[in-house]
């Protein structure tokens, strides 16, 4: 035709592309190409751009791929989010990342995903590896627009979804994540266990265990079970920041999920709900711990009560023990004796007495007498008179009764 002076046209070209791009012959498919571009002649049909790319990067030579793009420019044929998603799929294919970059900062510069003629969409196999490493280093704010627009577009990914989650959460913007999570729960769409942890990882890197805390009571409601070592970290955070309350129906929540490790912290905690005046929450939780078949040291919490001169959280801890015959010492029997004694509570320490001695008969605690004396002269003279006979009486039944009950066992 050219040596007849027969210059090709539309009609030429759109006919001869898909036949050399058949026959693998791109060679002569970028000259052709690069020919329409000069003249400014674009072909009837558009798909042929994307028979182009795609067999371009068949071919693994993604730099004339690229140059489609570019005589598509040229010729003022629009460029779709698909045209792209092509070259960012096969570029991610590639390990090329920057040049996946550079495309999807033209996609979001360009508005190209949300431009009202584009029918030709981006496909999860290129948004998805581009969104993975983006949110994989250190630029997940880039991975998030270019996602929103996705969405606006009605894409509901699960996988972008839990990798823009995780992203912002090792990034240390975990309120960013957080945000993700609740669109994801308004559209149903699942949420990953590890995006969890993450994310509750985050907050307390961040130093925001009550935020960490709504983290894991959402990933529980979500069906998924953390392990114990996620609960643990929740705990001791907040154990750490002075909530203790916040600490305990964390543990609370690890003991009903059947998972009973860590068992040192669950101890502090007791501690600090007794030593700070929150005895029935702490008396619920040694209930549940006992139930689950978890040992609860009754005698060093006793000590430590006693020794602090918190009577009256000693004094509830014992009555505890003693309704449900737990491993208790005779010696914690004596400290909490003492120290109700010491602190004036001459009735209280007449009433524990009374129940020590029904259920685990007469102990050695060597101040009775001072106990009688402080009674008569509060004018308790009736509840002296019976500690008295109930001493002085040498009482069969409750001299039978040695050794301790058990229960569950006390560590």
């Not at 009560?305 to 491993?327: N, P, V, Y």
């Not at 109700?340 to 524990?352: E, F, H, P, R």
């Not at 029904?358 to 605690?365: L, M």
């Amino acid at each position: 035709m050219k040596s007849f002076g027969i210059k090709p046209n539309n009609v030429t070209y759109t006919t001869l592309l898909p036949g050399l791009c058949d026959a693998g012959k791109m060679t002569e498919t970028r000259g052709i190409l690069k020919e329409m571009a000069m003249r400014r002649i674009a072909p009837k049909d558009n798909t042929i751009f994307l028979k182009l790319l795609n067999s371009h990067c068949k071919a693994v030579d993604l730099k004339a791929a690229v140059d489609v793009l570019d005589a598509m420019i040229k010729l003022s044929i629009p460029t779709e989010a698909g045209h792209y998603g092509i070259l960012i799929e096969n570029f991610c294919k590639a390990e090329e990342y920057d040049q996946a970059v550079k495309l999807v900062d033209k996609v979001i510069e360009n508005d190209i995903i949300l431009s009202p003629q584009s029918t030709l969409e981006m496909e999860s196999s290129a948004y998805n590896p581009v969104i993975q490493y983006l949110c994989s280093h250190g630029q997940t704010g880039k991975a998030e627009i270019l996602f929103r627009q996705l969405l606006k577009k009605g894409v509901e990914d699960p996988l972008a979804f839990n990798n823009l989650i995780c992203g912002h959460a090792k990034e240390g913007t975990p309120d960013s994540a957080f945000e993700i999570l609740r669109i994801m729960g308004r559209k149903g769409i699942p949420r990953d266990a590890n995006a969890y942890r993450l994310l509750i990882e985050s907050y307390l890197r961040k130093g925001e265990p009550a935020d960490a805390k709504t983290a894991l009571d959402s990933m529980i409601e979500d069906g998924h079970l953390p392990d114990s070592s996620v609960f643990r970290s929740v705990m001791e955070s907040l154990y750490e920041d002075g909530r203790v309350q916040t600490a305990s129906r964390v543990m609370k929540s690890m003991v009903e999920k059947g998972l009973t490790g860590n068992m040192d912290l669950v101890a502090k905690i007791l501690e600090a709900l007794l030593m700070r005046g929150h005895e029935e929450e702490a008396l619920g939780r040694i209930d549940l711990l006992i139930s689950s078949q978890c040992n609860v040291n009754f005698d060093n919490l006793l000590s430590i009560l006693s020794e602090k001169g918190k009577t009256i959280a000693a004094l509830k801890l014992l009555d505890f023990g003693l309704q449900r015959d737990c491993d208790i010492d005779f010696k914690s029997y004596d400290k909490v004796l003492d120290a109700l004694l010491a602190a004036g509570k001459t009735l209280n320490a007449y009433s524990i007495l009374c129940k020590i001695m029904e259920k685990a008969g007469v102990t050695s605690w060597k101040s009775y007498e001072d106990l009688i004396k402080s009674l008569n002269q509060e004018g308790n003279t009736k509840q002296a008179d019976i500690l008295s006979r109930m001493i002085k009486g040498d009482d069969k039944s409750h001299e039978n009764k040695k050794g301790k009950k058990k229960a569950s066992v006390a560590a």
